[in-house]
């Protein structure tokens, strides 16, 4: 008893001691970490989501390089995680399909699709490139169905997970669960070193103003091509863990849907930073997995919640944190926001009212008896209408706020 | 190769390359004026086929069911427009690419609530559907010839709006600048919506020729909407002569490649590689062009003038 809570104590002792970043990955990864042991009371299926939403995090992570550092929005980002899925899948269809080849195969046919792509499309910018990604993506879909020693449009099956260092140890969930969480830390801190190396630096220059960097001597193309080879290397890392969770692997890996998932993570968690891309996949997949158990058609709830996210949820989930750590968003602004809110639409409604109740009384007295009558009685409706419950709802909110204004300002006074 | 087969696939190609142009038409000028990158434009091209079986089965008749899709699909454009992605226009092409993701996400899902997710047919027009000799021994139907002539039509038609009428004028000058003709007094945001209405109009169109011919599915507006980027990334963005030049290059090409490629190959590889290689190639031969076009002139063929 005392042990534990001296124990928490010092848990305690070192959250504080820790700086905002070194939190938020050690409350990202922690639970993670600890999942296994979640899922030993809560259910097997549970780590087949983790994995999941962990291999889909690196690609995430990866594309998240590409647009929130270095400007470039791929929007065939999901190519990489077939290729990489493919190559490891053919080289285990023909027998060779141990780590010391697959994984290295996986990574290196992205990089080198990638580079080949990637020659043409940084060439170009902003709509262009997202057009360019889209149809090399498509390209790349196309290639993988008219595979039909591969299986063509049904996929490929894998004979068995990849083989590490001659046994069947990734066949084991947990220590495949812990093999992708290992892989995803271990992206995380390499792009984390990347966004701070002089190269990440770089990058972020070109993103921020292309011309100044110009002019103080560096070329925009290599520094791009290379982030556009690197961020599908890493990719190819996913399609790698990917194809090794299902023991398949299929076009429907490539398709572009699956890059508009991906974009839709790194928004949702937020472009600028490297947790967020995480927490976007993780998010998608429950959301995904808690809308698909509800209806059969839960893409009719997502789409327009993609509206609702690109039109309101500025920044994403990292915004929010953000803006809650920066003090902007408190209890109070909301509440200010919201009073705010209602004030105007209660000011929008008694414009209205009182331009019926004219048109009703004066302006169209002289011409049409009969619409004048009509206009009265939309006014009087109107005026029951909102009364009943718009006008209730502003004005239980109004006097709400100004009793507490009216307690503020008397606490004030004292 | 007999020469007939050729012709024949020629024209196939061609039919192929006026609808894209249909389609990317539309995409070209809103993204030109407007600066905005629709993909919702792909679900119109489907809710035309959609409309236009819908209406047939209403009426028994084609035409009519031309008639009445078409507005339908005007008017479906402007209430996209005025609802949703009117608050779009001044965001981050990211942003739009997202919302408009949604967009297609939830109308696809909305086709299969509404019309199920079996593909629906509808009958070739009686008028049409014969069809005529082209050279000694050789038929071609007519439907196809139709839907080549109203293509062209519109081609031609739209050269004229764009450079021959007051709102064509303010086409091209809001691709330009659409900043300075705003200041200059032009009502900019009912430009935009007539010009959002009209391609979708045009993409209603080209979904309502093909809704006798081919399946009418949820996500088939999905791979015209790709196909019709390229095309606009071939003919420059902004630009309706880029539009429909690689547009018939395009569909000309990719039928010419899936129905000869293989059998070409096979004259230089044995059979079975050929047998794999072919398919594949012809898969990609559209997006190698638009590599090979863009390697040499980075902003298409036929960039739109103004434009930085």
Known sequence: MLASVR?????????????????????????LALLPVAAQVLGGYLLVIGERAMILGIAALSLQFLIGVAGLISFGHAAFLGIGAYAAGILASHGYGTLALALPAAILSCALFAL??????????GVYFIMITLAFGQMAFFVATSLAPYGGDDGLTWPSRTLAFGTRVLKTETVFYYVALASLGGVYVLMGRLVGSRFGRVLRGLTDNER?????????YPYRL???VMAGATCGLAGFLLG????????????????????????????????????????YLLLEESLARFTEHWKVILGPLLVVLVLFGRGGIAGIVERWRLGELSLVTLWAASTTAARTQRERVMRGLRRAEAMGAGVLDRTIPRAKASAAAFAARWRQCTMSVGEAVVSLVLSVERSISTAIARWRRR | MPTSLILVQLFNGLQFGVLLFLVAAGLTLVFGVMDFINLAHGVQYMLGAYLAVAFYRLTGSFFAAA???LPASLLFGLVLEVVVLRRLYARDHLEQVLATFGVILFLNQGVKIVWGAAPLNMGLPELLSGSVPLIEGLRYPVYRFAIIGVGLAVAGGLYVFVNHTRLGMLVRAGASNAAMISALGVDIKR???????????????????????????????????????????????????GAFVA?????????????????ALRLVLPPSPARVIGPALASMAIYLLMAAILALRPAGLFPAKGRA
């Open chain 1, 7 to 31: 124990i928490a104590g010092l848990a305690a002792a070192q959250w504080q001691a820790l700086a905002f970043e070194e939190r938020l990955a050690t409350g990202l990864f922690l639970p």
């Open chain 1, 212 to 220: 100044r960097m110009e002019a103080i001597g560096f070329a925009p």
């Open chain 2, 191 to 241: 430009l935009f919506t007539i010009v959002f209405g009209f391609g979708a109009m045009l993409a209603g169109l080209a979904g309502i020729m093909v809704a006798p011919i081919l399946s009418v599915e949820p996500g088939m507006g999905d791979q015209v909407l790709i196909l019709a980027f390229v095309v606009i990334v071939i003919g420059g963005i902004g630009s309706i002569r």
């Open chain 1, 116 to 125: 080949l792509t990637g020659s043409i499309a940084v060439r170009t910018r």
């Open chain 1, 244 to 283: 090794n969770e299902v023991e398949f692997v299929s076009p429907a890996y490539m398709h572009w849907q699956r890059s508009g998932e991906l974009i839709l993570m790194v928004l949702l968690g937020g472009s600028g930073t490297r947790y967020g891309p995480i927490v976007g996949a993780i998010v």
């Open chain 2, 67 to 69: 008639a009445l899709a």
């Open chain 1, 226 to 228: 290379a982030a556009y």
């Open chain 2, 247 to 263: 547009a018939l290059l395009v569909g000309v090409i990719d039928t010419l490649g899936r129905s000869f490629l293989t059998d």
